[in-house]
């Protein structure tokens, strides 16, 4: 009796062995790895892990050893025993540089490998978020090191790429076009808007873009991927989360942040809410003083503006602001053809002030303005992506995506000692519809092709308030009410005659259009009315060649284009003291001719160098020139005599430059990776002379030592910046001249930069988290290239996660 129950003991053990999970996790990273063959040595026998990592062992547990094979990965052999003792848990080296294991989404909407995409891409990832601790969407783009942010105050972040910003560079959520009917040439921060905790991953395209993602698409794309609800891959409903808290001691940061995620076999739900809080802005205290460090600031005292000493000249006041973030998620799937998501996004700021327009003082040496600050920034979207796979005559793959957002910005200003306080208030609503298809034959052929639908709805609204009386007036809007249209249909595709070529052409038409309509009462238009309605077409061409693993060859001539908005036909402001801007309904789109050529070298898997030059040539320019109203060059403005300005198609730029990066693997874990940009633009002006380009950045760069196991990680970066010496100052930064520095000729100029950084993770268990660091280890005061703020002095961040 008792041999029987030992032999039914000893089959209960060894069938509990054989059903046993086997669970492969990234090295690096321990995240799961989806797609490891796993095969018991010298046999046919296998299994595949799923996007948890898990594949079931029952089929493998007769072999002594088994052999774990992933592209991206190297290949690694386990005994039997050997799994049993780490709890059936296997951790596989990635490969330094894998191009094959890095998919991007960024080149044609839908994922692909990032050494068949001839654009350059930037890739960051979660792991770079939370070794780095961005503060804000436009500070991750920031650690990238290949994207340049200006700052108009700390509520800010205008990322510049290869010498074009704003609404000349489109911003992504989801696959969901953020730019809207309102973004203008000046500096925008629709950027932070973003939740960092909630971004899965970033890309930038760097060139025009404009064939997968339409107008606005000229310099690149950033696009962010928020996360997406998991689903069980078992029985059993799937539970995780994270909770986080960071602080930050120059601007006295204080965030908090929980994410929660249920998922079942068909339905699946995450949650994610951050709160931020950021102080007033430290700026460092080694570099220049005049116009960097302001003494003084504004506050209104018994009903007068009184100008206050500031008892530290190295804290930028006001320049702090708060800001929440929350999105919901839900995801069904209720067949292996159809994956359905709905996401909510909302995002929301307290008042932050323009520190830039703060800084200005009249010749007497008062403040020019007593505040100047936004209201609010409010951002909602709502969306709805169904995802069909089935192969058909017409495609293997459809996405459509439906989305309505909500935009709400405001501008509140008061010149020192006046009593009437302006106010400008603008909401878009914006309604989208992408349906994206990818046909696939012969596995030579692929088709990425769709069509787009956009719709904004533009509400402006102004009003003047005495702040002695309390007594509100109706005052201008800063635009028209208005509606802008656009309708697309692209198409890209993708030959592949050989395993080492890939050959790419892809073409767009769009249709856009405006219609607007002008109140009268407080500036006598010539018209009351604006319709505009014209068609763009864009294309590229591309190639890679790949004649070994070790090198790729790549190059690719495309258009890009930006269609008037509401923001270059109808907007009426004061651009700077003595100039304003007045509507222009007669204008066309500016076109792009953009050509490129990239060249890789992988030495083994040790040393990978790149390096992209390119060419760029802007036609039929939106920028601002003098103008006439109503027969005048000059008009009163809130009580000024200003020059009359107008966004007219009159001028041609051009960009050209390089991007450059190396990175090299040591050895024991330690690494070095540097990345250079260099870009050069410039504009013809209305008289027919040349100027440097605004948005075209000094050169900028970071180097990097790293040391990485699989629980912690270090990282220890210069970031250094080239000077623009006076000569080479855009003629717009010459007239701000009281944010810049000054050189022995008294004239402004941006002075070069650097500082050195450290950072470090530690993660003590699969729960718990911990990083730190130390920014500008050295206290440099410095000020990035056209901005008004200047950037933080020593910051010592600390942060804690803590993942269930």
């Not at 025009?208 to 698409?217: E, I, K, L, Q, R």
């Not at 061409?541 to 495309?558: D, I």
């Not at 109203?629 to 200003?642: H, R, T």
Request: aromatic share 12%.
């Amino acid at each position: 009796m008792r041999k029987i129950l030992m032999l039914g003991l000893f089959a209960l053990v060894h069938n509990l062995g054989f059903t046993q999970t086997i669970t492969v996790l990234d090295k690096e990273t321990h995240r799961p790895i989806e797609g490891v063959r796993i095969e018991i040595t010298k046999s046919a026998t296998y299994a595949l892990t799923n996007a948890a990592g898990k594949a079931d062992a029952a089929a493998l547990s007769r072999g002594d050893s088994l052999f774990f094979h992933c592209e991206g990965y190297y290949s690694a052999t386990y005994r039997w025993a050997d799994l049993q003792r780490a709890d059936f848990i296997v951790y596989l080296q990635p490969m330094v540089f894998s191009p094959d294991r890095e998919a991007v989404i960024a080149a044609s909407r839908w994922q692909q490998a990032q050494r068949e995409a001839p654009a350059r891409i930037a890739r960051i990832t979660e792991r770079d978020v939370v070794l780095q601790n961005p503060q804000t969407a436009a500070d991750l783009l920031g650690i990238s090191g290949e994207v340049f942010i200006q700052k108009s105050q700390q509520a800010g972040g205008s990322p510049m790429l290869r010498g074009f910003a704003t609404n000349r560079v489109l911003i992504v959520v989801d696959g969901v076009r953020m730019n809207t009917a309102i973004f203008r040439s000046g500096n925008v921060q629709n950027v932070i808007s973003l939740d960092p905790f909630a971004i899965e991953r970033a890309e930038v395209l760097f060139g025009p873009g404009s064939v997968a993602y339409g107008s606005d698409a000229i310099g690149g794309v950033m696009y962010f991927q928020t996360h997406t609800p998991q689903l069980s891959d078992g029985d059993g409903v799937r539970i995780s989360g994270q909770a986080a808290a960071r602080m930050a001691s120059a601007n006295q940061e204080r965030t908090s942040h929980f994410r929660a995620a249920i998922g079942g076999q068909k339905w699946a739900s995450l949650s994610s809410v951050s709160f931020h809080h950021f102080d007033d802005l430290r700026m460092g205290s080694r570099g220049p003083v005049k116009n960097y460090v302001r003494s003084f600031y504004v506050q209104r005292i018994d009903g007068r503006d009184v100008v206050v000493m500031n008892d530290d000249s190295l804290v930028q006041r006001p320049s702090g602001y708060e800001q929440i973030n929350f999105m919901q998620k839900v995801r069904f799937r209720p067949s292996k053809q159809w994956d359905i998501q709905y996401g909510l996004h909302y995002a929301t700021t307290t008042n932050y002030s323009r520190y830039d327009r703060l800084l200005r003082v009249r010749p007497n040496g008062l403040p020019n303005s007593a505040e100047w600050f936004y209201g609010p920034q409010v951002w909602n979207m709502h969306q709805l992506n169904a995802t069909h796979t089935h192969s058909t005559a017409l495609f293997n793959e459809l996405v459509l995506r439906l989305a309505y957002q909500h935009f709400e910005e405001s501008r509140i200003d008061r010149n020192f000692n006046s009593a009437i306080r302006h106010s400008r208030v603008e909401k878009v609503d914006a309604y989208s519809a992408n349906l994206d298809l990818v046909k696939r034959w012969r596995e030579s052929h692929t088709l990425y092709y769709g069509a787009e639908a956009v719709f904004n709805r533009v509400r402006s609204e102004g009003t003047d308030q005495n702040v002695n009386t309390n007594v509100t007036e109706p005052g201008p809007s800063r635009y028209p009410q208005a509606e802008w249209t656009s309708w697309a249909a692209f198409a890209h595709y993708e030959y592949r005659p050989s395993a080492h070529w890939l050959l790419q052409a892809a073409a767009r038409y769009n249709l856009y259009g405006i219609d607007a309509r002008f109140d009268t009462t407080f500036y006598r238009f010539p018209f009351t009315t604006a319709t505009l309605s014209q068609g763009s077409p864009t294309g590229s061409l591309g190639f890679v060649w790949m004649p070994n693993e070790h090198w790729t060859l790549s190059a690719r001539a495309a258009t890009a284009f930006r269609s008037p908005n509401v923001d270059d036909m109808g907007k009426i402001f004061d651009s700077q003291p003595g100039s304003v801007i007045v509507p222009n309904p007669k204008l066309r789109a500016e076109y792009a001719y953009n050509g490129e050529i990239a060249i890789a070298r992988q030495f083994a898997q040790r040393v990978r160098v790149q390096l992209n030059g390119y060419y760029t040539l802007l036609k039929d320019a939106l920028v601002r020139r003098p103008f006439t109203f109503n027969g005048e060059d000059s008009i009163l403005y809130a009580g000024q005599l200003s020059r009359v300005l107008a966004i007219q198609n009159a001028a041609r730029a051009t960009v050209y430059g390089i991007q450059a990066d190396i990175e090299v693997r040591l050895p024991a874990g330690f690494g070095f990776a540097a990345k250079f940009n260099y870009q050069k633009g410039e504009e013809e002006l209305d008289d027919g002379s040349i100027a440097p380009l605004r948005h075209a950045a000094p050169w900028f760069g970071i180097s990097r030592i790293t040391y990485n196991t699989g629980a912690l990680g270090l990282d220890f970066y210069l970031l250094y910046n080239g000077e623009v010496p006076h000569r080479a100052m855009p003629l717009e930064e010459i007239d701000k001249s009281y944010q810049y520095a000054v050189d022995a000729e008294g004239k402004p100029y941006a002075p070069g930069w650097y500082t050195l950084n450290f950072k470090a993770m530690y993660r003590f268990s699969t729960i718990w988290t911990v990083s730190a660091g130390v920014e500008n280890l050295t206290d440099q005061r410095y000020r990035p290239y056209s901005s008004g703020l200047v950037a933080p002095g020593r910051n010592v961040i600390l942060a804690v996660r803590a993942n269930f």
